[in-house]
């Protein structure tokens, strides 16, 4: 009887374990929806010359920036 007691609070353990770990997921995949929901809802506008530091997201590149990237874009295609 005492090792069925022992193996029951091993396995009721295990599950508070396994459901704690579910509900992290679970929460991060909420969150990561709602995230995703609102970029959809709000209309993004394409930036005026094409560049960004990231593809739709955060902000342009200041003008220095893009001199640098043309460069680096005019050698790399000079390499090929």
């Known amino acids: 009887m005492e090792k069925l007691e022992i193996a029951l609070r091993q396995a009721n353990l295990d ?6 770990k579910c509900r992290k997921l679970l929460g991060r995949v909420v969150k990561e929806r709602a995230t995703i929901e609102a970029a959809q ?18 902000p342009l590149l200041s ?18």
């Open 15 to 20: 599950f508070d374990e396994l459901y704690a």
């Open 63 to 80: 003008a220095h920036q893009l001199d640098i990237q043309q460069q680096i874009l005019k050698r790399r295609a000079g390499a090929k």
């Open 41 to 58: 809802e709000t209309p993004e506008t394409p930036p005026s010359n094409g560049f960004s530091s990231q593809p739709g997201r955060g």
